[in-house]
C-alpha cells in the first residue's frame, strides 16, 4: 500500500558515507622537466592529482567535460553544471594563470566570480561544482 506523506516525514533516513575513492595521478610533465607543482581536482567525491610541467603549462591545459579537454580528470567525474570547455590554465611570465573561458556557471575564488587570475597556492578555486587546489614545488 501507498504511504501516506505524514508517515514520510517521521522516517529518520539514516546513510553511512560511502569511503572516498583514492586518488588519480597524472603527469602533464615533459622528460627531464621537473614540475612546477601539483594540481588537485576533486568532483563527484573523486580526486586528481596532476603532477604539471612548465611546457606544457605554457601550451595551455584545457578544463572541461569536453572529450578533447586535456584528461585532468576524466570528463564523466565533472558535474553537468561544469561547461564543455570551463577553463585553462596558462603559464606567462613564470606565472600560473587560471582563465574562465565564458563557463556558463562561472570560477570562482573565495566566493568572488575570476575571469582570469593569477592560480592562487594552497586556496581552493571552484569550477561550478569541481575544486582545484594548487601546490607549487617550491
Given amino acids: 500500500a501507498p504511504r501516506r506523506r505524514a508517515d514520510l516525514r517521521e522516517q529518520t533516513v539514516v546513510t553511512a558515507s560511502a569511503p572516498l575513492a583514492p586518488p588519480e595521478f597524472l603527469q602533464l610533465v615533459e622528460p627531464g622537466e621537473t614540475p612546477l607543482g601539483q594540481l588537485r581536482v576533486q568532483s563527484r567525491g573523486r580526486t586528481t592529482i596532476v603532477s604539471l ?9 584545457l578544463l572541461g567535460r569536453y572529450d578533447r579537454c586535456d584528461g585532468v580528470v576524466p570528463a564523466t567525474w565533472f558535474e553537468h553544471s561544469v561547461s564543455r570547455v570551463h577553463a585553462f590554465l596558462i603559464l606567462e611570465g613564470g606565472v600560473l594563470h587560471l582563465v574562465d573561458a565564458g563557463s556558463t556557471n562561472g570560477t570562482s575564488l573565495r566566493d ?26 617550491n
Fill in 112 to 137: 568572488r566570480a575570476i575571469r582570469c587570475e593569477p592560480m592562487p597556492c594552497g586556496e581552493r578555486v571552484d569550477l561550478a561544482t569541481a575544486s582545484l587546489v594548487w601546490d607549487p614545488a
Fill in 53 to 61: 610541467g612548465a611546457a606544457r603549462a605554457a601550451r595551455g591545459v
